[in-house]
C-alpha cells in the first residue's frame, strides 16, 4: 500500500466560510464543530460581519470570500460551503473562481424540495430577516420568486442577537421565535408543504419546527449532509 500527498489536511473534504461574528454558537449551529458528523475545515472571512453581509447585501467582500475559499482548497478541502444563506449571491462567482463544487446557501434546496413534494404543495423558506431577502438571493440560488417566506424578524432574540452580533443569547426564546414564525409562515400558506431555513443558526431548531408545523423541514445541515457524501461517499466493500 502507498499513499499518496498533495495536501496539507486530509479528512476534512468540506471546507466553511465563516462570517467574521461572536454570537455565541450552539451545538446544532454550522460553526460549532461538534454539529457535524465528520470532519470540516473552517475559515473567517476577516471584517464579514453578519450586518454587513445580511442587512447590507456583503457589498464589497466578494474578493474576500474568494481568497478565504482558495485557501481553503489549498488546505485540502475537496469542496466549499459558506455559514450564511444569504451568501446565495456569490454562488456563480465562487464556481466560476474555484476549481471544487460550491454550495453556498441552503437556499439550494428549494427547488430540490418542490420536486419530492406532492402536487399542490411547495416549500416555503424560513429566513432571518425577511427585509433583507431580496428578489436577487433567490434568483441566485434559483428560488421561484413566489415561494412563501417567513422570518424570526422582529420577535423576541434571534434575529437580533445573531445581526447585531450580542454576546448572549437566550436559548429558549430563540427556539420559541422559530417555532412562531414557522407556524404564522404555516397559517399564512396552506399550500405549505416543507419549511427551508435560510439561516444557518436554525439548525438546532430544526426538530422543534418540524414537531410544531409538522411538516419537513430541511437545513444546511441537510445540505451539506448531502454534499459530504458526494465528495467523500461511505465504503461499503
Known amino acids: 500500500m502507498k499513499a499518496r500527498g498533495g495536501k496539507s489536511i486530509y ?6 466560510l465563516m462570517l467574521d461574528a461572536r454570537f455565541p454558537r450552539i451545538i446544532g449551529d454550522m460553526g460549532n464543530a461538534l454539529t457535524w458528523d ?3 475545515h473552517y475559515k473567517v472571512v476577516r ?22 475559499a482558495h485557501e481553503l482548497v489549498r488546505d485540502g478541502v475537496d469542496g466549499i ?9 456569490f454562488q456563480e462567482e465562487l464556481r466560476a473562481a474555484l476549481p471544487v463544487p460550491v454550495a ?22 424560513l429566513t432571518v430577516s425577511s427585509t433583507s431577502l431580496t428578489p436577487a438571493h433567490l434568483a441566485a440560488a434559483e428560488v421561484p420568486l413566489d ?24 436559548v429558549a426564546l430563540a427556539r420559541q421565535d422559530n417555532i412562531d414564525a414557522a407556524l404564522a409562515l404555516q397559517k399564512a400558506h396552506p399550500d405549505l408543504g416543507a419549511i427551508v431555513l435560510e439561516c444557518t443558526n436554525m439548525i438546532p431548531y430544526a426538530a422543534d419546527i ?11 445541515f441537510s445540505f451539506i449532509r448531502w454534499f459530504q457524501s458526494g465528495l467523500q461517499p461511505r465504503s461499503f466493500l
Do not use: W
Open 11 to 16: 479528512g476534512a473534504s468540506v471546507g466553511i
Open 147 to 170: 415561494t412563501p417566506i417567513g422570518s424570526t424578524e422582529g420577535l423576541r432574540e434571534f434575529t437580533r442577537v445573531l445581526l447585531d452580533n450580542e454576546l448572549e443569547l437566550d
Open 81 to 89: 460551503t459558506t455559514n450564511c444563506g444569504f451568501l446565495a449571491l
Open 210 to 220: 418540524r414537531a410544531a408545523t409538522g411538516l419537513p423541514t430541511y437545513s444546511i
Open 47 to 68: 471584517s464579514a460581519s453578519p450586518d454587513l453581509v445580511v442587512r447590507k447585501g456583503a457589498a464589497g467582500t466578494l474578493g474576500l470570500f474568494i481568497d478565504a
Open 38 to 40: 465528520f470532519p470540516v
Open 104 to 125: 453556498t446557501s441552503s437556499l439550494m434546496q428549494v427547488q430540490m424540495v418542490n420536486r419530492i413534494l406532492p402536487h399542490g404543495k411547495r416549500a416555503g423558506i
